[in-house]
């Protein structure tokens, strides 16, 4: 098993900056894959930035590119993505996820990822 639990969250302007953490605790690996998802109201939860762990690289959402970036520790014990330029269309309740088994055609459905935290959200107010 695998616990996630983010923070970070809060109520910013449009324009302002936010880093998000998610502690990763139990049972790792080190091809453990760690992501994140955010879900608006009324929408889909979707995919936002991923850290696949077999390559080290990462990969975003065309309409985070350039302003967020994902991150971790040495350890991988926890996983950052640092938002800029914020938008009131970011905003959402950001989800920390994980799995170690991810494939790279998967990495941006929510459904490959057995592993997820609780949520923490994010306004960004005009």
């Known amino acids: 098993q695998m616990q996630l639990e983010e923070s970070g969250g809060g109520l910013v302007q449009a324009g302002a900056s936010l880093r998000l953490s998610c502690a990763v605790s139990?049972?790792?690996?080190?091809?453990?894959?760690l992501a994140w998802f955010r879900q608006a109201p009324g929408k889909e939860r979707e995919f936002v930035a991923v850290?696949?762990?077999?390559?080290?690289?990462?990969y975003y959402a065309d309409s985070v590119k350039g302003r967020f970036t994902i991150s971790r520790d040495g350890a991988y014990s926890t996983v950052y993505l640092q938002m800029n330029s914020l938008k009131p269309e970011d905003t959402a309740v950001y989800y920390c996820?994980?799995?170690?088994?991810?494939?790279?055609?998967?990495?941006?459905?929510?459904?490959?990822?057995?592993?997820w935290g609780q949520g923490t959200q994010v306004t960004v107010s005009s």
């Open positions: 996820a994980a799995d170690s088994t991810l494939i790279l055609s998967s990495i941006y459905d929510a459904r490959a990822y057995d592993y």
């Open positions: 850290l696949w762990r077999r390559t080290g690289r990462t």
């Open positions: 139990g049972r790792t690996s080190s091809s453990t894959s």
